[in-house]
């Protein structure tokens, strides 16, 4: 495969492969992003309901993207991102901020934020209770079987059918696709960091027979207890990045540059499609 520019999405098919998703649940729109407002419960119960159907019948996977304040900056800012995102057919507010917001903001506030950190461990639950099978790709390969290993411990009934660190060529995309679906996992959680883990969902989407595709960023290291969470009263706060940043100097800059820049495209646009 040749990397990923913008004449590549072009000649892509731009409908939504479920364009009903959004009629049982509201949604609101924020920095010029269409974000869902369902809460935790509702996403991981829409994902087994979804990939119980795609067995049946046989579609494109659900894209699912995840959007926080580094996301809504860098949609303004990178063009092959941008494209991507508009391909999903869920996103959901992984950043608190933007539950806070919208309650300010939009006639209809998300529900809460669905951070996947534990979004994973909803839809991991969900999976072990209803038999679905996980592929978790991406981080290194010391994080990815420990991520493995420990969902195991955590959910004995959980299947993860597969697994694959996020180290490889874009050569090399076709074997990891092809590897994926041998095993026909229902979810793929995909854990390249962002911009490229949306990008490369939308690029292969059609060659997946998935039920859902799932962005996670650096999901994985939480897991395992590499990257430490916040206290819960800034979780419910949704101010968890504040904690990330006094914690990890590397976050610093990150934080305070794309966290104002994403409040300022909001403030700019207000609910607007």
């Given amino acids: 495969m040749h990397p990923v520019t913008t004449d590549y999405f072009m000649k892509q098919d731009m409908a939504v492969t479920h364009p009903d998703f959004w ?12 974000i869902v407002t369902a809460s935790r419960t509702e996403l991981a119960q829409a994902m087994v309901d979804d990939c119980l159907a795609a067995r049946e019948i ?18 303004a800012s990178d063009e092959n991102y941008q494209t991507a995102m508009d391909m999903a057919d869920i996103i959901h507010a992984d950043g608190g901020f933007l539950v806070s917001l919208s309650r300010i903001l939009t006639q209809t506030p998300i529900a809460e934020r669905s951070a996947t950190t534990d979004m994973f461990h909803d839809c991991a639950k969900a999976a072990a209770k209803n038999s ?5 790709l991406g981080g290194t390969e010391t994080v990815n079987a420990e991520c493995a290993r420990r969902l195991k411990v955590l959910y004995p009934d959980m299947n993860i059918i597969g697994r694959r660190n996020g180290f490889f060529s874009i050569d090399e995309e076709a074997n ?14 995909v854990g390249l960091g962002k911009p490229k883990e949306q990008v490369f969902s939308v690029q292969w989407r059609d060659h997946l027979t998935c039920g859902w595709l799932v ?13 430490p969470r916040a206290p819960l009263w800034m979780q419910r706060a949704n101010i968890e990045w504040l904690y990330r940043m006094a914690t990890n100097r590397k976050l610093v800059r990150r934080y305070l540059t794309t966290n104002l820049h994403a409040l300022w495209l909001v403030l700019r646009r207000g609910d607007k499609a």
């Avoid at 679905?132 to 978790?136: D, K, N, R």
């Avoid at 990891?176 to 959680?189: F, M, R, S």
Wanted: charged fraction near 20%; include cysteine; glycine fraction near 12%.
């Fill in 176 to 189: 990891v696709i092809e590897e994926i679906n041998t095993l026909k996992p229902d979810v793929l959680w």
């Fill in 215 to 227: 962005t996670c960023g650096g999901c994985y290291n939480y897991v395992t207890g590499d990257y």
């Fill in 132 to 136: 679905l099978s996980f592929y978790i």
């Fill in 58 to 75: 046989k579609t494109k996977p659900r894209l699912v993207f995840d959007l926080n304040g580094h996301g809504l900056s860098l949609y």
């Fill in 23 to 34: 009629a049982p649940f509201e949604h609101c729109h924020l920095g010029g992003q269409k």
